[in-house]
């Protein structure tokens, strides 16, 4: 791969989010690649020093990318990572596939809503997050999964992420009727 | 001069010109005129528009291509077919008034001319000189005055020369700049930008020459000096004329370099190819938002503390009254029913006059005829009050008169419990 494909797919992945290709294809420079659970397919993404990554424009005061709902979205994003990160030592990628259900379950959890409002808020936030790669939404199947922008995330943050994910009750706790989860 | 005085002549179907091709004519056109103009003037026939360079051009290309003989003026209007023929005329007649083209044999019935090499090598040095701004040439003349000085046989006659050459080039530069500088407008100083380019190597490579003059011929200090002056004149008028630009273009990305009309034609006839590679080299952030944990955590965190259960709006104190104000109507009822049994008193109707006459004072009768008022009203009781014609009157007593009317049960049709 020369010098101005490299630039092609940084370009690619800078404009339209993460790239999936076929898992036999081969890598530009400087790029993560997140092999999917089945090997179907590879996930490229870009990998930037601490010092640039979007976290910075928040240290420096700058206006972040707006986003609609963005504590629904948030929240979202929270409950499905307690739902699909299986192993919260490891890394976060791939995680395991969690259904609608067991995320709805609890997001009611955490926000204490009517579940009509919760379920709106829930599929607007679902497809928000879908959209910028940071799930992977199978509508018709009604399952979620992390998206690969979640490896974007450093060390700091996922330490800062397993806090969160103590902090959050399971779906399993939440289905024997426990409301109450240890924190 | 046949065709002289014919103001409009059609080209035959000229092409649609672009905005590339329309500047570079005008740069064309704005040499060809600063040079030709003395010699135009006097031959009667000033260059009016760059179509007229191009139809010099045809002639001579004519003429390289017609061979030994040479042409009538005929065959060469026929050879420049694409170009009306009465102007073709008046551009042989005005080439070959200063000499670009002239008679095989110079006698007065001649009819065969032949064109002289010189005009076409000026014409050609002019475009590329309008295309490139002149700046080749003057690096050309540069370089060949810096071997000419370098060279081993230059005499000082020789430096001298060439020092007071490049001592007038860069005087004329640095005139033009600084008087375009100090009174022009800014489109005319963007206009004449071409004297801005490369002049930083412009002015290099001159004080290279400088400096093999003077390290030769240290005599030659005067000539040197009036150098450096022009040079230095040159760099403050570009000084000046770079800062009156970049003040009108402002943060723009030097917008008035082009009269605003050149930018709007531009605008409104180009391909939306040609307008969006404008845009190539850019590149778009997706509109991804980026989430940090701590972003995470903090709406996690509110969400817990916000109770999203409906609160109802804030009331007043006397909110209490409101349910007894309830209760007051199912009341109300009964108590009209009750008032109406009471003044009917079994009867089926009773007489309004009587109704008032035993309430007593004006003020008991009046309440008393409210409730009537309002039992008549009332939807769900079945009495009615009617007035008649006729009014009776009583000086003395205290309601003096009293219409005529009778408080009855009603009739209504079906009532409401059927």
Request: proline residues 6%.
């Amino acid at each position: 791969m020369n010098e101005s494909e490299t630039a092609l797919w940084w370009a690619r992945i800078r404009a339209a989010g993460p790239q999936r290709v076929a898992p036999s294809s081969a890598s530009p420079a400087g790029m993560l690649r997140l092999v999917e659970p089945d090997v179907t397919a590879v996930w490229l993404l870009t990998v930037v020093p601490e010092g640039a990554r979007p976290s910075v424009l928040e240290e420096l005061g700058l206006p972040v990318l707006a986003v609609e709902q963005p504590n629904d979205t948030a929240r979202v994003l929270a409950v499905c990572m307690r739902c699909c990160w299986a192993e919260p030592t490891g890394p976060m990628w791939p995680g395991i596939p969690a259904s609608r259900q067991q995320v709805a379950a609890v997001f009611e959890e955490i926000t204490d809503r009517d579940e009509a409002a919760s379920n709106r808020a829930l599929v607007a936030a679902i497809r928000r997050l879908a959209g910028a790669g940071w799930l992977l939404w199978d509508e018709p199947g009604q399952t979620v999964r992390l998206g690969p922008r979640v490896a974007t995330w450093g060390s700091a943050d996922l330490s800062a992420l397993r806090e969160l994910w103590r902090m959050l009750p399971s779906s399993a706790d939440i289905g024997h009727g426990d409301p109450e989860t240890p924190r | 001069m046949p065709a002289r005085g014919q103001g409009v002549i059609a080209l035959s179907g000229p092409p649609e010109p672009t905005l590339d091709d329309l500047v570079g004519e005008v740069a064309v056109l704005r040499v060809y005129r600063q040079v030709f103009s003395v010699l135009a003037r006097e031959a009667g026939a000033m260059i009016v528009d760059s179509t007229t360079i191009n139809i010099d051009e045809s002639i001579l290309e004519a003429f390289a291509e017609a061979g030994g003989e040479g042409l009538t003026m005929e065959q060469a209007v026929a050879e420049c077919r694409q170009w009306a023929a009465p102007i073709v005329r008046r551009r042989f007649d005005v080439l070959r008034s200063y000499g670009a083209i002239s008679r095989v044999n110079d006698r007065p019935n001649e009819l065969y001319h032949r064109a002289a090499f010189a005009p076409y090598v000026m014409l050609l040095f002019l475009r590329r000189m309008a295309e490139q701004g002149g700046q080749s040439e003057l690096h050309q003349l540069l370089t060949l005055e810096q071997l000419n000085v370098k060279s081993a046989n230059a005499t000082a006659a020789d430096g001298v020369a060439s020092a007071r050459r490049l001592t007038k080039v860069f005087r004329l530069l640095g005139n033009e700049l600084a008087i375009l500088a100090a009174g022009s407008t800014a489109e005319t100083l963007g206009n004449n930008a071409q004297l801005l380019w490369g002049n930083e190597s412009l002015i290099d490579q001159a004080k290279d020459v400088h400096t093999v003059v003077l390290g030769r011929w240290p005599e030659l200090d005067r000539e040197c000096a009036e150098l450096r002056i022009a040079l230095a004149a040159y760099a403050d008028a570009i000084d000046a004329a770079a800062g009156r630009l970049i003040a009108q273009a402002g943060t723009t990305r030097a917008l008035g370099l082009l009269p605003v009309e050149a930018w709007r034609t531009f605008g409104r006839e180009s391909s939306p190819e040609a307008l969006a590679a404008v845009l190539d080299r850019f590149v778009f952030d997706a509109p991804a938002p980026w989430l940090s944990p701590q972003a995470l955590i903090e709406a996690v965190e509110a969400g817990r503390q916000i109770s999203t259960a409906r609160v109802p709006p804030p009331r007043s104190d006397d909110a209490e009254a409101a349910p007894e104000a309830d209760a007051d109507i199912a009341d109300d009822v009964e108590e009209l029913r009750a008032i109406a049994e009471r003044l009917l008193a079994d009867a089926n109707s009773v007489s309004v006059v009587d109704v008032l006459d035993g309430a007593g004072d004006w003020i008991s009768a009046r309440r008393v005829l409210a409730e009537v008022t309002a039992i008549h009203h009332h939807p769900d009781l079945d009495y009615e009050l009617v007035w008649r014609d006729g009014v009776r009157i009583e000086v003395a007593a205290s309601p003096s008169w009293t219409s005529q009317g009778r408080f009855r049960r009603a009739s209504r049709a079906g009532g409401e419990e059927g």
